[in-house]
Structures are given as structure tokens and as C-alpha cells.
T-cell receptor, first 114, second 111 residues
């Protein structure tokens, strides 16, 4: 069954701790994205990667880091430098290579920092 | 000023109503104009998209783009309670390889 998985669904962390959110896809998509969504707001782009071993900052990259060592995986680390990390985090992938511009989203991870 | 501005809502309509959802944008580099639908606490899913200016119809849904005025619309005919969701416009820049999302409009269709 092809798709994007994110884990965990809910995550609670203490202030000052780093936390890593998982995103895995088995769609063989080239591009992957991380977004943050706050209540009543749209999606804001954190980081994106169009190819393995390469990634670019989005609009709100400060306090976040990513890696893209494998095509199917794009983990996001929320560091202690992120001032207000409590939010709904969404991962997405896109085929790339001229195969379409639709983004396929995972179910999201809801992060709460106490 | 945001690159993409979406009519904020929320919007509440009776079942069977025609709904109009609208966005404006400022970046001329956008080439594809996507509409995503997001149910509560779920990831968005693509509803439909258009390329460049014009209309595209898919069942009860019509997407419309006017590049000269940088205006994007989604029309829903004969709205159903199952259409209740947040709708996000998301113009896509092919050269940059990314979309910019509007803030979304939350629609409630009452039986």
C-alpha cells in the first residue's frame, strides 16, 4: 500500500529538548516537503528537498533542521532554538521529474511542547 | 504582503447552495493553481488544479484562474454536508519546485 507515513501521531516534549519527527514515503517520489500548520492558518514551508542529499530552506526554517540521506526518508528535527514549536507538522512528497506537481500529504504529527 | 491571500471565512451555507472560494496572488511565476481540501486533523489532499488561465470542471467543482488579475476561484455547486472542510489554494511555481499556500477557508454545509 503506497503512501506517506509520519510518526508519531502525537508528541509531547519538554521545553529545551530537541525532537525528531519521522517522514517516510514508498511512492518513489523525488521531492519531499515539511510544513507547519498553526490553528486557523495555512501551511508554511519549513524545508524541502528535490533530490537525495540536497535540501533548501523554506519560509520558516529557523530552529529546524533536516536531512535527506535516502530517497524515501526526510526527518525533521525541531531544535531548542525554535521559539514556539507547538504546532501540527505535515510532511508531503511530489513525484518530480515532470511527472506531476501534486503533493501527497502524510497524516501529520501534532507536537506539543510543555 | 503575503504572496497568496485567501478569503478568510469561515463560511456556513445550507445544503444545495453554490459556494465561491477565492484567492489572490502576487507572484507571476506561479504556473499551476492547485486546490487542496483538508478535513479536521488530517493532511490535505488535492481536489483539483488548473494550468494557466481558464476554467476546469470536475463534477460539482469548478476551478477558475484569471492570470491577468491574479485571481483564483473554486466554485462548488449543490454543496453537500460532506463538503464541510477547509479549502486551501496553493499556486505552484514549477521553477522553484514548491507551492505557496493560502491560509484556508473553512466551509460548513448544514443539512
Amino acid at each position: 500500500d503506497g503512501g506517506i507515513t509520519q510518526s508519531p501521531k502525537y508528541l509531547f516534549r519538554k521545553e529545551g529538548q530537541n525532537v525528531t519527527l519521522s517522514c517516510e514515503q514508498n511512492l518513489n517520489h523525488d521531492a519531499m516537503y515539511w510544513y507547519r500548520q498553526d490553528p486557523g492558518q495555512g501551511l508554511r514551508l519549513i524545508y524541502y528537498s528535490q533530490i537525495v542529499n540536497d535540501f533548501q530552506k523554506g519560509d520558516i526554517a529557523e530552529g529546524y533542521s533536516v536531512s535527506r540521506e535516502k530517497k524515501e526518508s526526510f526527518p525533521l528535527t525541531v531544535t531548542s532554538a525554535q521559539k514556539n514549536p507547538t504546532a501540527f507538522y505535515l510532511c508531503a512528497s511530489r513525484p518530480g521529474g515532470g511527472l506531476g506537481n501534486e503533493q501527497f500529504f502524510g497524516p501529520g504529527t501534532r507536537l506539543t511542547v510543555l | 504582503q503575503k504572496e497568496v491571500e485567501q478569503d478568510p471565512g469561515p463560511l456556513s451555507v445550507p445544503e444545495g447552495a453554490i459556494v465561491s472560494l477565492n484567492c489572490t496572488y502576487s507572484n507571476s511565476a506561479f504556473q499551476y493553481f492547485m486546490w487542496y481540501r483538508q478535513y479536521s486533523r488530517k493532511g490535505p489532499e488535492l481536489l483539483m488544479y488548473t494550468y494557466s488561465s481558464g476554467n476546469k470542471e470536475d463534477g460539482r467543482f469548478t476551478a477558475q484562474v484569471d492570470k491577468s488579475s491574479k485571481y483564483i476561484s473554486l466554485f462548488i455547486r449543490d454543496s453537500q454536508p460532506s463538503d464541510s472542510a477547509t479549502y486551501l489554494c496553493a499556486p505552484y511555481n514549477t521553477n522553484a519546485g514548491k507551492s505557496t499556500f493560502g491560509d484556508g477557508t473553512t466551509l460548513t454545509v448544514k443539512p
